[in-house]
């Protein structure tokens, strides 16, 4: 089965149309509709979010921003892991065509998560007064808290479709809610603070992107149910529950430790560093969600994906589309990380101005963690695809123990450089933890001679961009500009010509690409390319 991952036998086209490829095509479907959902719904937000501030004042978009805490806090404690379960076993009923299962654990998440997101509801409602004098400490703003408090229903309803769709592989819904979401929160919040109700009219704003969005994804749920439901079916809600539960609450309490670690780490930070060091520590923190951008959405669409195939049967069809997984999240992550490294001076610089002169530095250093982050989520997902999720709380449990002690100890002596290099031991160190034992345990073997050309593809493409980057000096943009197309065309010949890919490779690429019409011709042309290459290399050699 390893020579079949390393040889060239998918020019076969019948090896093309296996389970394997029909999910990994439904991946990466899956995952441009997110990719694209989450750009534009980013975008929007922020500039949303810019407005709001501008138009608000200090004072009035700290006020808007203390009342959206209120619900956030509360929110928290409402999913025990429901939203993973949900997608997880959509994925896998709809694979194995059990219809009426699909239909049950729908009713019952929703259920569940709407008649605890009223009680949480109610009770912030009535104890708005109390929460904000005594939680908050800003007793007049308890009439924004009571008008917030409608937030934690709704978050719950959206929050819960958008799961739902990703489960089903509607990931095109998904992306759709979440930019609707952000664009009726634009047009009302700035309408309405247009109109002279301030505060209150962004909140009213961010209030209504959630109800037409959850209202909106809550008819596409049902429309989907309907498809599902069987006359006879009978009520599981208890059962479906608990096993709901039981595979999402380590994944839940995982995220529950990595929020605290997060805490934690701003908490050090807060007593060792001076602010100047945590104004540029946050900047930097900024733009890593350039890289999010990229990972959120291949995370999202990893995880149903693994969750269709069954461990104890197909072994061989999993283990190959782990590989398959792993060489293209790295051949896409790698890049990107690398890229915002380099030109991370450029970014804070023309963002944030000059007097961010130590967030550059830090970028550079955090981007550390994603050029091997890429094997983390592979693993991650393949995981919670296969349902044991309790080896993945272990891995976290792993990451918070040694985090704790180095967090404290190494920020105290040496401020944010010690934090970020606190950060990158635990996680390289959960990683390694992982890495043994789906090894051991599951005999998942590493195609180490793929992923060091990967590697050594991107830093040879980085390399060549940091020279230019070196001996150059023109504006910010200009240089910014010149060295993305620099590192990407470098990256591309590259790519090819050391075997980062091969005919296999783009092959794969072709037949997926080649069902997305709006991109197809620019991906037709970059294959060429990249298959001319490939040719040209072999006949050197």
């Not at 934690?152 to 979401?181: H, P």
């Not at 792993?398 to 002690?405: A, D, E, G, H, T």
Request: proline share 2%; with cysteine; glycine share 6%.
């Amino acid at each position: 089965m390893i020579n079949a991952l390393t040889g060239d036998f998918m020019s076969d086209k019948k090896y093309i149309n296996d389970k394997v490829f029909d999910i990994a095509e439904n991946s990466v479907r899956g995952g441009l509709f997110l990719f694209v959902g989450n750009i534009f719904s980013t975008v929007i937000t922020a500039f949303t979010s810019i407005l709001i501030a501008r138009f608000l004042g200090a004072i009035g978009y700290g006020l808007y921003s203390i009342a959206l805490v209120a619900p956030s806090l509360l929110f928290i404690f409402i999913d025990l892991g429901v939203n993973s379960a949900l997608i997880k076993y959509c994925a896998e009923f709809k694979t194995k065509k059990r219809n009426k299962h699909i239909a049950s654990i729908i009713k019952s998440g929703f259920l569940y998560k709407t008649t605890l997101s009223f009680v949480f509801f109610l009770i912030l409602f009535c104890f708005s007064d109390w929460f904000a004098t005594y939680a908050l400490r800003r007793p007049d703003i308890a009439f924004l808290v009571r008008i917030v408090s409608v937030l934690i229903i709704l978050q719950v309803v959206f929050n819960t479709a958008r799961n739902i769709f990703v489960g089903l592989d509607k990931m095109e819904y998904s992306a759709t809610a979440s930019v609707l979401q952000a664009i009726v929160k634009l047009v009302i919040a700035l309408a309405l603070i247009f109109l002279g109700f301030g505060v209150l009219g962004a909140i009213i704003g961010h209030i209504a992107g959630y109800l037409v969005a959850g209202l909106i994804s809550l008819l596409l749920v049902y429309n989907l149910y309907r498809n599902f439901r069987s006359k006879n079916a009978d009520t599981r809600f208890s059962a479906d529950l608990k096993f709901m539960i039981k595979y999402g609450f380590p994944l839940y309490f995982s995220g529950l430790l990595m929020a605290f670690l997060s805490q934690f780490q701003m908490l050090n930070l807060a007593w060792f560093v001076s602010d100047f060091d945590i104004g540029n520590f946050r900047a930097a923190s900024n733009f890593l969600s350039l890289i999010t951008i990229v990972v959120i959405p291949v995370s999202t669409a990893l995880f149903p994906a693994f969750s269709k195939f069954n461990f104890e049967k197909e072994k061989e069809e999993i283990e190959r589309f782990f590989h398959y997984s792993l060489k293209y999240v790295l051949l896409l992550l790698t890049p990107v990380a690398l890229l915002v490294g380099i030109t991370s001076r450029n970014l804070v610089f023309l963002v944030y101005g000059t007097d961010f002169i130590s967030a550059s530095s830090y970028i550079t250093l955090l981007t550390i963690t994603y050029f091997y982050g890429g094997i983390s989520m592979v693993i991650n997902n393949f995981l919670n695809g296969i349902g044991r999720t309790n080896i993945t709380l272990k891995v976290n449990v792993v990451n918070f123990l040694i985090s704790l002690p180095l967090i404290y100890i190494l920020t105290m002596l040496h401020g944010v450089l010690g934090l970020i290099t606190s950060i990158i031991i635990s996680s390289l160190a959960a990683l390694i933890y992982a890495s043994t034992i789906i090894t051991k345990k599951f005999n998942i073997k590493f195609n180490y001679t793929d992923v060091s050309k990967i590697y050594l593809t991107t830093f040879l493409s980085g390399s060549i961009a940091f020279l230019f980057h070196h001996f150059i000096s023109l504006s910010y943009l200009t240089e910014l500009i010149l060295i993305s197309v620099i590192f990407t065309i470098s990256y591309l010949v590259l790519v090819p010509l050391l075997g980062a890919i091969n005919k296999r490779d783009i092959e794969v690429f072709r037949s997926i690409f080649s069902k997305f019409k709006l991109i197809a011709p620019f991906t037709n042309i970059l294959l060429n390319f990249e298959s001319w290459l490939l040719n040209h290399a072999n006949k050197t050699t």
